[in-house]
């Protein structure tokens, strides 16, 4: 019974470090993730911005309105990009 119980140990040893070093690679996917999307979600932004604000300025002449027009679009592509991967993490844990 004392082999038994110390074979039952090892297989817990083994289970937990199996636990812990998926629980490793998971931080290391999500720190990986988050330092490549960032830049790509900023870069989207500005040229969202910049196609909607020269759009802008050709229809209504006026820089400060483009320039608005264009911070704008910016905003809700950045917004539109962080909710879509919002949506797509919270699918997969599912």
Do not use: F
């Amino acid at each position: 019974m004392e082999r038994v119980n110390a074979q039952l140990d090892k297989v817990d040893l083994v289970t937990d470090s199996a636990v812990d070093v998926a629980d490793s690679v998971d931080t290391a996917v999500r720190a990986v993730t988050l330092a490549l999307v960032r830049p790509v979600q900023k870069i989207s932004g500005l040229a969202e911005g910049i196609a909607h604000g020269l759009a802008s300025l050709r229809v209504r002449k006026s820089p400060r309105t483009a320039y608005q027009a264009g911070r704008a679009a910016a905003s809700r592509r950045e917004q539109e990009i962080a909710d879509e991967l919002r949506r797509e993490g919270g699918d997969r844990e599912r």
